[in-house]
């Protein structure tokens, strides 16, 4: 199955709350079922972005890591 992203969101450099605040900001732009991809670099967003998704009904599709990049698809609910 491939995956189409809508949108990619670079939020590498920045530490928590901002890659969920660029990812948010970001998704009010996408319609439901879109998907966005968010590369970040901070540790702590593994878990941002779990929690951040169970919270807003969001779906977490795919979540990698590649030589410290995180990598994140989210689809819109």
Not at 26 to 42: H, P
Not at 64 to 73: H, I, L, N, P, Q
Request: glycine share 6%.
């Amino acid at each position: 199955m491939s995956i189409t992203v809508t949108r990619t969101v670079d939020v590498r450099g920045m530490a928590c709350p901002l890659p969920i605040v660029h990812t948010s900001k970001a998704m009010k732009e996408l319609a439901s079922g879109d998907l966005i991809e968010v590369l970040a670099t901070d540790p702590g967003s593994v878990q941002d972005f779990s929690a951040w998704c169970r919270a807003t009904g969001n779906e977490l599709v795919e979540q990698t890591r590649e030589d410290g990049v995180f990598r994140y698809v989210v689809r819109k609910r």
